[in-house]
Structures are given as structure tokens and as C-alpha cells.
């Protein structure tokens, strides 16, 4: 099956600070979603981006489909951005199944 | 429009107990989607319904667990005889279906088997 890997697992910063997050997949999607799961263990849809470019306010995703991969792009982070942000994504003819990556934890520090 | 809820939010039982988990997906959504996951992964696809049909099934979805939506709007997960290697968060997600794939998750169960 279709493998996810996120990178990097961990990240601390300073209030302020811009980031970049980054998700790649074995082999070609049809449906990448990012999330971010707050310390209560709710899942926010951030973006659905099987391709492209999107931003929403401090945030914006870009999926590379022809390279297998997509970034997310924090600026200006807030404490209250800390948590697990896990990338998602579906392959072949199953737009359903989703696959989730392992994550990256940022922590916001005042 | 509310969102994705699961019942109940948190559960505590005792090994070989059963369980029952509720989750009401958006109105007008037609899939309903189970993951379960454990600390510090990321979720994992249990089972997911288009109405009432039950289209797909991990292999962690053992024989002792159960899914259903009976009329195609709210879905039930049950477990039998749990075991400790049960606990977990149960999320439940929707997605309106009809060439709609973007997935939209409830605050999900968290079950502790003691």
C-alpha cells in the first residue's frame, strides 16, 4: 500500500517564527487532506490539496503530484498553533481510505 | 450545521466487557468513516458506509467488532469482550460523497479497557 512519511517528526518555535512542514507520498494520490489535531485530540481540517496551491490566512499547502509531495507553510506562528499535524492522503480507485502520516508535533513556545 | 458528534466521549470499561460507540455525521453526509488511533500515531482506517452499505473493511476490524448505520444516518461501532490492547481514541469522520472527498471529523471516543 501507499506509504506517507512527514517530516520532521518534532518542531519547537518561537512565537512569530515561520515553518514549513512537509509530507511525501510512495505513489500517485487522488485526495491529500492536512489536518491539525489540537491538545484535545480534535481533528481541524486545515486544507484538501490533491494539487496545487492554497493558502488561508497564516497558512498555505502546496502539493507537487508529479514529485509525490506536499508542503505546509506556517507564518507568523501562534501559541495556539501547537499540536500534530498529520497530512492524509488515498490512492488508486479508493477515494475513501485514507492513509494518515505519522505527523509532526509543533510546540509554540511565548 | 453542528458537525461530526460521538458518543459517549470518553469510556471506561473492564476486560470482556462490550461497548457501543455513537457518532452522528453531518447532515446530508453519505459516507461515514471509523478510525481508530493509538497515542502518538496517526489514525487508522477501520471501516467506512456510502448510506447504509458497508463498502470497505480494514483488517484491524476484527471479528469482534461491529459496524452499523441502519438508516443511513447515524453509525454505531461495537465492540465485544474487549481487550486492553482496545484502548484507544475511536474517531468517526463524514464526507458528502457525490465526488466530495474532503473528510470531516467528530472529537471522537476515547476507550480505556482496565
Known amino acids: 500500500g501507499i506509504q506517507v512519511e512527514q517530516s520532521p517528526p518534532d518542531l519547537i518555535l518561537q512565537e512569530g517564527a515561520n515553518s514549513t512542514l512537509r509530507c511525501n507520498f510512495s505513489d500517485s494520490v487522488n485526495n491529500l487532506q492536512w489536518f491539525h489535531q489540537n491538545p484535545w485530540g480534535q481533528l481541524i481540517n486545515l486544507f484538501y490539496i490533491p494539487s496545487g496551491t492554497k493558502q488561508n490566512g497564516r497558512l498555505s499547502a502546496t502539493t507537487v503530484a508529479t514529485e509525490r509531495y506536499s508542503l505546509l507553510y506556517i507564518s507568523s506562528s501562534q501559541t495556539t498553533d501547537s499540536g500534530v499535524y498529520f497530512c492524509a492522503v488515498a490512492a488508486g480507485t479508493s477515494y475513501d481510505k485514507v492513509i494518515f502520516g505519522p505527523g509532526t508535533s509543533l510546540s509554540v513556545i511565548p | 450545521d453542528t458537525g461530526v458528534s460521538q458518543n459517549p466521549r470518553h469510556k471506561i470499561t473492564k476486560r470482556g466487557q462490550n461497548v457501543t460507540f455513537r457518532c452522528d455525521p453531518i447532515s446530508e453526509h453519505n459516507r461515514l468513516y471509523w478510525y481508530r488511533q493509538t497515542l502518538g500515531q496517526g489514525p487508522e482506517f477501520l471501516t467506512y458506509f456510502q448510506n447504509e452499505a458497508q463498502l470497505e473493511k480494514s483488517r484491524l476490524l476484527s471479528d469482534r467488532f461491529s459496524a452499523e448505520r441502519p438508516k443511513g444516518s447515524f453509525s454505531t461501532l461495537e465492540i465485544q469482550r474487549t481487550e486492553q490492547g482496545d484502548s484507544a481514541m475511536y474517531l468517526c469522520?463524514?464526507?458528502?460523497?457525490?465526488?466530495?472527498?474532503?473528510?470531516?471529523f467528530g472529537p471522537g471516543t476515547r476507550l480505556t479497557v482496565t
Open positions: 469522520a463524514s464526507s458528502p460523497g457525490q465526488g466530495l472527498y474532503e473528510q470531516y
